[in-house]
């Protein structure tokens, strides 16, 4: 039971209860299950582009073990891309955003609060998936596990990567392509370390060191990301 | 016609012209508002009503004059004034995807105070239903349900309370304001309506709109 508060007079402003991170990311998590299709589309779309992919390039099984990391990655990062671009809208479209930067408390951990639910309900289903797509695509056996990892590590960058283009484009009406043409360079690491860890395990060497940087990535996306998309939040709430 | 400045007042604006786009509002304006006092900004669409308000709550930085809350001028002091304040702006911050209780709790009340505060704006009964399933109204009545709860910030800002409200809820947020206004609270709102709050202070912005073409003429030989 919360505590009654004094009726009467005014409460000193510390008084004020923020919302810790938990409850940030409760909150979050209940809007996203409460619009299951935005969870839904993004993995639809990863599995069937995966699921057309033989029917383009030609059905040999050796040709699709080859193609199939880079083309795993380049999917799961697309299907990120897409996602993002709502992340900021509805908050910012209902006064949220201009709610959340009126708040004594630091926009970063708003923002990372709605990129982790944003990574649990795309990133981690997509590092889910991905064996079964390795199987679609005849991945050698030795690069499931290392697929599963990197692609674990490396859409939490993503996430974390994409937010602060979805926070610089969430007063543009149509973002769809500005955004894709911010975000994209910035994910290039990401890709290179993915894809070259599944390859060196498909290969028989060892990939730590790729896991290692993805993980390197992930920590550096996780301080610095949040600061710069609080900034750009700013930047298009005050317009 | 500007108020003369008081010892105590809480937030002091000294000769303000703001800008919107490039584009002159006003200028010159100057007020004071104090603790327990009621602050109603009146002007035609696009005279800078809102933009006046999002320049006190520093959400909008194109502005020159001087702006002091506490006797502290502008930045520094921001966060001091963020720190006690409530602002509903046009965008009420309701998020659709929350029921009304929800909403309040976001905004950091506790569950049976949010209640009672949704009760007082007549959404007894709608407290579990998602907010994008309420009309216009009903849903601007969330918003202003914060303002109901006890431990609601010292400062208001209010960007068209009155707007969409039926008979009853404007007496009702006029009665609410009042109380506000005895627990020595300070309220600052734009509205079209005449709204009933004893000693409230009107300023009319047609009575510093600035000479457009002039402007213009000027700031490009200035800024050109």
Same mark, same amino acid.
């Given at each position: 039971?919360?505590s009654?508060?004094s009726?009467?007079?005014?409460a000193?402003a510390?008084?004020?209860?923020?919302?810790?991170f938990?409850?940030?990311?409760?909150?979050?998590l209940?809007l996203?299950?409460?619009?299951r299709?935005?969870?839904?589309?993004?993995?639809?779309?990863?599995?069937?582009?995966?699921?057309l992919?033989?029917?383009?390039v030609g059905p040999?099984?050796?040709?699709?073990?080859?193609?199939?990391?880079?083309i795993?990655?380049?999917?799961a990062l697309?299907a990120?891309?897409l996602?993002?671009?709502s992340?900021?809208?509805?908050?910012?479209?209902?006064?949220?955003?201009?709610?959340?930067?009126?708040?004594?408390?630091?926009?970063?951990?708003?923002?990372?609060?709605?990129?982790?639910v944003?990574?649990?309900?795309?990133?981690?289903?997509?590092?889910?998936?991905?064996?079964?797509l390795g199987?679609?695509?005849?991945l050698p056996?030795?690069?499931y596990?290392?697929?599963?990892?990197?692609?674990?590590?490396?859409?939490a960058s993503?996430?974390?990567?994409?937010?602060?283009g979805?926070a610089l484009t969430?007063?543009?009406?149509?973002?769809?392509?500005?955004?894709?043409?911010?975000?994209?360079?910035l994910?290039?690491?990401?890709?290179?370390f993915?894809?070259g860890?599944?390859?060196?395990?498909?290969?028989?060497?060892?990939?730590s060191a790729?896991?290692?940087?993805?993980?390197?990535?992930?920590?550096?996306?996780?301080?610095?990301?949040?600061?710069?998309?609080?900034?750009?939040?700013?930047?298009?709430?005050?317009? | 016609m500007?108020?003369t400045p008081?010892?105590?007042?809480?937030?002091?604006?000294?000769?303000?012209?703001?800008?919107r786009?490039?584009?002159?509002?006003?200028?010159g304006?100057?007020?004071?508002?104090? =603790?327990?006092? #009621? @602050?109603q900004?009146?002007?035609?669409? +696009?005279?800078?009503? !809102?933009?006046l308000?999002r320049?006190?709550? %520093?959400?909008?930085?194109?502005?020159?004059?001087?702006?002091?809350?506490g006797?502290?001028?502008?930045?520094?002091?921001?966060?001091?004034?963020?720190?006690?304040?409530?602002f509903?702006?046009?965008?009420?911050?309701?998020?659709?995807?929350?029921?009304?209780?929800?909403?309040?709790?976001?905004?950091?009340?506790?569950?049976?105070? =949010?209640?009672? #505060? @949704?009760?007082?704006v007549?959404l007894? +009964?709608?407290?579990? !239903?998602?907010?994008q399933?309420l009309?216009a %109204?009903?849903?601007r009545?969330?918003?202003?349900?914060?303002?109901?709860?006890?431990?609601?910030p010292?400062?208001?800002?209010?960007?068209?309370p009155l707007?969409?409200?039926?008979?009853?809820?404007v007496?009702?947020?006029?009665?609410?304001?009042?109380v506000?206004l005895?627990?020595?609270?300070s309220?600052?709102?734009?509205?079209?309506q005449?709204?009933a @709050?004893?000693g409230?202070q009107?300023?009319?912005?047609?009575?510093?709109?600035?000479?457009?073409?002039?402007?213009?003429?000027?700031g490009a030989?200035?800024f050109?």
């Amino acid at each position: 039971m919360p505590s009654v508060e004094s009726l009467s007079g005014i409460a000193p402003a510390a008084s004020r209860a923020a919302p810790g991170f938990g409850a940030l990311l409760k909150v979050e998590l209940l809007l996203v299950l409460r619009k299951r299709a935005d969870i839904a589309n993004p993995l639809l779309f990863f599995v069937t582009v995966l699921a057309l992919l033989p029917l383009g390039v030609g059905p040999e099984p050796e040709l699709l073990a080859r193609v199939a990391p880079g083309i795993i990655w380049v999917m799961a990062l697309l299907a990120t891309l897409l996602s993002q671009e709502s992340l900021f809208r509805s908050d910012f479209e209902d006064g949220t955003l201009e709610q959340v930067t009126l708040s004594p408390q630091p926009l970063y951990f708003a923002v990372l609060a709605k990129t982790a639910v944003h990574w649990l309900v795309t990133g981690l289903p997509l590092a889910l998936l991905s064996p079964l797509l390795g199987l679609m695509l005849n991945l050698p056996a030795a690069g499931y596990l290392c697929l599963f990892a990197s692609l674990l590590l490396g859409s939490a960058s993503l996430s974390l990567i994409g937010a602060v283009g979805a926070a610089l484009t969430v007063a543009l009406r149509r973002p769809g392509l500005l955004l894709a043409l911010i975000v994209m360079p910035l994910y290039v690491p990401v890709l290179i370390f993915g894809t070259g860890a599944v390859q060196a395990a498909i290969d028989g060497y060892a990939y730590s060191a790729q896991l290692a940087i993805l993980a390197a990535l992930l920590a550096a996306a996780a301080a610095l990301a949040p600061l710069a998309a609080a900034g750009a939040i700013r930047i298009s709430v005050d317009n | 016609m500007p108020v003369t400045p008081e010892s105590q007042d809480l937030l002091q604006v000294r000769d303000l012209s703001c800008r919107r786009d490039g584009r002159r509002l006003f200028a010159g304006l100057s007020f004071a508002l104090g =603790a327990g006092a #009621a @602050l109603q900004i009146e002007g035609a669409n +696009g005279a800078g009503k !809102t933009t006046l308000l999002r320049t006190l709550i %520093g959400s909008a930085g194109d502005f020159d004059g001087r702006i002091l809350w506490g006797g502290s001028p502008f930045p520094q002091s921001l966060p001091q004034l963020r720190e006690s304040l409530l602002f509903i702006g046009h965008r009420a911050g309701v998020r659709a995807g929350l029921t009304p209780l929800e909403n309040l709790v976001w905004y950091g009340a506790g569950r049976d105070d =949010a209640l009672r #505060a @949704l009760e007082q704006v007549d959404l007894f +009964g709608f407290e579990d !239903t998602l907010c994008q399933e309420l009309s216009a %109204g009903q849903s601007r009545r969330v918003a202003l349900a914060r303002l109901y709860l006890p431990q609601a910030p010292r400062l208001w800002i209010l960007d068209e309370p009155l707007a969409a409200l039926d008979v009853a809820g404007v007496s009702s947020l006029q009665g609410q304001m009042a109380v506000h206004l005895s627990r020595s609270g300070s309220i600052l709102f734009t509205s079209h309506q005449p709204v009933a @709050l004893a000693g409230l202070q009107r300023i009319d912005l047609a009575e510093y709109a600035v000479d457009e073409f002039a402007d213009e003429v000027g700031g490009a030989y200035a800024f050109g």
